[in-house]
């Protein structure tokens, strides 16, 4: 069972079991592979420059995952030609330092563990930080959570849900969400 994150000199350290950080480890991959870049050379300024001047295609912009949408949102909601010209400027590098730091998080999580203890570096602490962040996106934009209201009722929906043994696949999700919330809280108060 896990513990919660505690600041030990300049580590950070908790107990996740095997489950919990191979699910943690799959959610923060099913991200990556969400957010990775699409073709590319794998040279930063190569990709840099064949990516300038290009304005993605509205079609696929409108049909794109909401997920990615949340990850990636527009840099100016008001004016559609101002968004995709800001996107073909921003989104590949975006793209590239959000899946670099997660497969950062990925790297620190398939580190071996003695007793369920993780044990972190500031820097690969900063980066699961970073890294749950973007997963509770986009697990909060499936889950369809978008006030406090909806927080809310999903914590009702798996306290009822929890007394009734129910197999919501939503719920499911939702209860990955709020594992992920705490565990993020519990990093968060550590790094303080």
């Known amino acids: 069972m896990a513990t919660a994150f505690r600041r030990k000199g300049s580590r950070v350290v908790a107990k996740l079991d095997g489950n919990e950080r191979a699910i943690v480890r799959e959610l923060l991959d099913q991200t990556r592979q969400l957010l990775a870049p699409s073709g590319g050379t794998g040279d930063p300024v190569e990709d840099l420059?064949?990516?300038?001047?290009?304005?993605?295609?509205?079609?696929?912009?409108?049909?794109?995952?909401?997920?990615?949408?949340?990850?990636?949102?527009?840099?100016h909601r008001d004016d559609p030609e101002v968004a995709a010209e800001f996107r073909a400027l921003t989104e590949n590098g975006l793209r590239q330092r959000k899946t670099a730091n997660l497969s950062?998080?990925?790297e620190a999580l398939d580190q071996p563990a003695t007793r369920d203890k993780l044990e972190l570096d500031l820097g690969q602490?900063?980066?699961?930080?970073?890294?749950?962040?973007?997963?509770?996106?986009?697990?909060?934009?499936?889950?369809?959570?978008?006030?406090?209201?909806?927080?809310?009722?999903?914590?009702?929906?798996?306290?009822?849900a929890g007394a009734a043994g129910a197999d919501d696949p939503q719920l499911v999700i939702g209860l990955y969400y709020d594992f992920l919330t705490w565990l993020q809280e519990s990093l968060a108060l550590a790094l303080r």
């Open 49 to 75: 420059f064949a990516g300038l001047g290009e304005t993605p295609d509205p079609d696929e912009l409108a049909h794109r995952d909401p997920a990615l949408a949340r990850l990636l949102p527009d840099g």
């Open 125 to 160: 602490a900063q980066a699961l930080l970073i890294g749950l962040s973007d997963v509770r996106l986009a697990l909060g934009e499936r889950l369809g959570l978008r006030t406090d209201e909806d927080s809310e009722q999903l914590q009702q929906d798996l306290a009822a």
């Open 104 to 106: 950062t998080a990925i």
